[in-house]
């Protein structure tokens, strides 16, 4: 039987680890010829190789560096069909702590980087052989949806990437028809991004029991979990749909509380 994702060609951000790692194989277990790109160039090397896929070094913030990725994929499989825009970081701060550092740190690598990566992936995906076709699938989070009291700046880029979502599959919808644009929003996974947030608290099992035990699934969810949503949302079986918001959070934010 032919993969979900067969004769496809894939980036995907973030490769190297957690989600971006989980999708990187899933991706390829469904057909489709994976780059995976990162700053972490043994973990990203060790991802593509497991794969069968290639590894670039990308910074996110950098508009080189995604010309660089772009002409790559295109030289090396001859088009663009998914963009897996999953680079992220975490930084934590209210609006009383937080510096102008960090926030300029956390919208470059969370937002700016959505923003050059649909920009670059729309500009190869219009001149695909046979006609513009693809699709982009942002990461957000459970927090472009509600506020993190501890992450001012993280709930900002989260919720830039919802609505810069929906400018893109708008504009795509009317002028591409078939370039399409949606969100995925996390709710708690088991990352590496995660653990080092749980261990910086002092309280590890603490943390992750409440993160548990916020989500009414009571657990946290693997990165495969989040792999699998992106795979539909990059695949023709979502062919209608654009501008959409899929959630994952185990039902967070559909309960009001224990009740
Ligand atoms: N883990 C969660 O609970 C959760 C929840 C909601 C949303 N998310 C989002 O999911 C995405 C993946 O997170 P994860 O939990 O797998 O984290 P992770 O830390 O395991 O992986 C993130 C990857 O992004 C890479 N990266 C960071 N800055 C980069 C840059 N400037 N250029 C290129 N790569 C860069 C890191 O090297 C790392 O490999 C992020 O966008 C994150 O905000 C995660």
């Known amino acids: 039987m032919a993969g979900r994702l067969q004769g496809k060609v894939a980036v995907v951000t973030g490769g190297a680890s957690g989600i971006g790692a989980a999708t990187a194989r899933i991706f390829a277990r469904e057909g489709a010829k994976v780059v995976v790109s990162d700053l972490q160039d043994a973990a990203g090397n060790a ?18 560096d995604w010309k660089n990725v772009m002409e790559q994929t295109r030289a090396r ?3 663009l069909d998914v963009l897996m825009n999953n680079a992220g970081i975490f930084a934590g701060g209210s609006i009383e702590e937080v510096s102008l550092e960090l926030w300029n740190r956390v919208l470059a690598v969370n937002l700016t980087g959505v923003m050059l990566g649909c920009q670059h992936a729309v500009a190869a995906m219009k001149e695909n052989p046979g006609g513009p076709k693809g699709s982009i699938v942002n990461v957000s989070s459970i927090t ?14 989260k919720g830039g990437v919802r609505l810069l979502t929906k400018s893109v599959a708008v504009h ?3 002028n591409y028809r078939t370039i399409r644009c949606n969100s995925l929003h996390p709710g708690a996974i088991d990352t590496p991004m995660n653990q080092a947030a749980f ?25 495969e979990e989040m792999g699998e949503c992106a795979l539909f949302l990059a695949s023709d079986e979502s062919s209608f749909v654009t501008g959409a918001e899929l959630l994952a959070d185990g039902g967070w934010l559909a309960a009001s509380g224990p009740l």
Not at 53 to 59: C, E, L, P, S, V
Not at 144 to 157: D, H, K, P, R, V
Not at 204 to 216: D, H, I, N
Request: proline content about 5%.
């Open 199 to 223: 261990d910086a608290s002092g309280d590890p099992e603490g943390m992750r029991a409440f993160f548990s035990g916020v989500q009414p699934i009571g657990r946290m969810a693997t990165p």
């Open 77 to 79: 499989f001859g088009r």
């Open 47 to 64: 991802v593509a190789a497991e794969i069968g896929g290639i590894y670039m070094h990308h910074d996110v913030t950098q508009d080189k």
């Open 172 to 174: 795509c919808a009317r």
């Open 144 to 157: 472009g949806f509600i506020g993190l009291a501890n992450g001012a700046a993280y709930t900002a880029s």
